[in-house]
Antibody, heavy 119, light 107 residues
Framework: QVQLVESGGGLVTPGGSLRLSCAAS????????MIWIRQAPGKGLELVSYISSSGSSTKYADSVKGRFTISRDNARNSLFLQMKGLTAEDTALYYC????????????WGQGTTVTVSS | DIQMTQSPSSVSASVGDRVTITCRAS??????LTWYQQKPGEAPKLLIH???NLQSGVPSRFSGSGSGTEFTLTISSLQPEDLATYYC?????????FGQGTMVELK
């Protein structure tokens, strides 16, 4: 079945780095744009970054630009988010999502991986 | 950035009630408006795309309408399983933005 499974979250001190991964299965990964979305505790949803199906195009929220890097490995059906210079404001549940261009929406979501930035 | 403002922030209704949530965009966004439902402890789920198209598998009591800057999500007859927070989202102009959410509670 169609599935996204995130990993790599954890506790990191301010200024630290973390790399999130997302393993995709049940669909042709290389056909889809992929998006990272985060949700701070008790807050709403924020788009962090997206990457085109080939990986040639990426975009970032202003809040993470220059600190986060999105990438993908289509041969391994995997999506990544390299995060550096982390601050307390980056503490959130990070969701890996599939963007369906036919419906122009995120139609598949992972269960999320939690990133906590604290000293 | 395009600001998405939802109202109300929360609504308390009884089973069988009609519930309407409004989402206003700070500028014209054509019809690239999507609604998501997030139940407690779960990931969001796509309900409505392109403002008024029901995603496959979503019950027909959900409907969406609107264009331009004003959009609505309607639950025609509220069910207990509809307890959730609902978010609108625009994918017209980057950065894509979400509304702040509307929590639907049961009376």
């Amino acid at each position: 079945q169609v599935q996204l499974v995130e990993s790599g979250g954890g506790l990191v001190t301010p200024g630290g780095s973390l790399r999130l991964s997302c393993a995709a299965s049940g669909f042709t990964f290389s056909d889809y744009y992929m998006i990272w979305i985060r949700q701070a505790p008790g807050k709403g949803l924020e788009l962090v970054s997206y990457i085109s199906s080939s990986g040639s195009s990426t975009k970032y929220a202003d809040s993470v630009k220059g600190r986060f890097t999105i990438s993908r490995d289509n041969a391994r059906n995997s999506l990544f988010l390299q995060m550096k210079g982390l601050t307390a404001e980056d503490t959130a549940l990070y969701y890996c999502t599939r963007f369906d261009q036919d419906v122009y929406g995120m139609d598949v979501w992972g269960q999320g991986t939690t990133v906590t930035v604290s000293s | 950035d395009i600001q998405m403002t939802q109202s109300p922030s929360s609504v308390s209704a009884s089973v069988g009630d009609r519930v309407t949530i409004t989402c206003r965009a700070s500028q014209h966004i054509s019809s690239w408006l999507t609604w998501y439902q997030q139940k407690p402890g779960e990931a969001p789920k796509l309900l409505i795309h392109a403002a008024s198209n029901l995603q496959s598998g979503v019950p027909s009591r959900f409907s969406g309408s609107g264009s331009g800057t004003e959009f609505t999500l309607t639950i025609s007859s509220l069910q207990p399983e509809d307890l959730a927070t609902y978010y609108c989202h625009q994918a017209d102009t980057f950065p894509w933005t979400f509304g702040q959410g509307t929590m639907v509670e049961l009376k």
